[in-house]
T-cell receptor
Framework: AQTVTQSQPEMSVQEAETVTLSCTYD???????LFWYKQPPSRQMILVIR??????QNATENRFSVNFQKAAKSFSLKISDSQLGDAAMYFC???????????FGAGTILRVKS | DADVTQTPRNRITKTGKRIMLECSQT?????MYWYRQDPGLGLRLIYY???????NKGEISDGYSVSRQAQAKFSLSLESAIPNQTALYFC???????????FGQGTRLTVV
């Protein structure tokens, strides 16, 4: 079965500190894309960052970066200089079945303390 | 205006009632999807469509049906709503394979 696992239901971080959210996935495909989505209380799903499996270089978007370990099937999200606006649910997702379907993890609630 | 619009945003309905959730998009994407979000389970795929004549079941299609009225419109129906269909429902679009998914604002459905 193709699955995505987020083992941390909740995480907390102090404002301005760094936090890492974990994600592992299982797929037999060689081509796939990985995503982190943010869901604030407004419910909107916002793309944070994406990683193509064929690229060895870890993706970075401003304060957000990933640690992509293809052999270990691990895709963690690092948020640097955390801000109050980062507080949200974060979903890890893998685009599988030859790019036709997104499979999501259960999500991690991130709380940011001032 | 949002590129992917879902109506209604919130709905309370009674057990046994038929209900339709609507999704329309202005992105011009052929691919449209319906997901259901439950606490502790993330988002799970209900149905998806690659064009007007192509409808496919996702992992949790039982109790649901869909209609692709046009490239821009994809509706999800609950023929006889039951309480365990209480959830947050999302419509999404994609341009093609391995492309970013764009989501609507979600519909909070409560079945009492």
């Amino acid at each position: 079965a193709q699955t995505v696992t987020q083992s941390q239901p909740e995480m907390s971080v102090q404002e301005a500190e760094t936090v890492t959210l974990s994600c592992t996935y299982d797929t037999s495909e060689s081509d796939y894309y990985l995503f982190w989505y943010k869901q604030p209380p407004s419910r909107q799903m916002i793309l944070v960052i994406r990683q193509e499996a064929y690229k060895q270089q870890n993706a970075t978007e401003n304060r957000f970066s990933v640690n992509f370990q293809k052999a270990a099937k691990s895709f963690s999200l690092k948020i640097s200089d955390s801000q109050l606006g980062d507080a949200a649910m974060y979903f890890c997702a893998c685009m599988m079945e030859y790019g036709n379907k997104l499979v999501f993890g259960a999500g991690t609630i991130l709380r940011v303390k001032s | 205006d949002a590129d992917v619009t879902q109506t209604p945003r919130n709905r309370i309905t009674k057990t046994g009632k038929r209900i339709m959730l609507e999704c329309s998009q202005t992105k011009g994407h052929d691919r449209m999807y319906w997901y259901r979000q439950d606490p502790g389970l993330g988002l799970r795929l209900i149905y998806y469509s690659f064009d007007v004549k192509d409808i496919n079941k996702g992992e949790i299609s039982d109790g649901y049906s869909v209609s692709r009225q046009a490239q821009a419109k994809f509706s999800l129906s609950l023929e006889s709503a039951i309480p365990n269909q209480t959830a947050l429902y999302f419509c999404a679009t994609q341009l093609g394979q391995y492309t970013e998914a764009f989501f609507g604002q979600g519909t909070r459905l409560t079945v009492v």
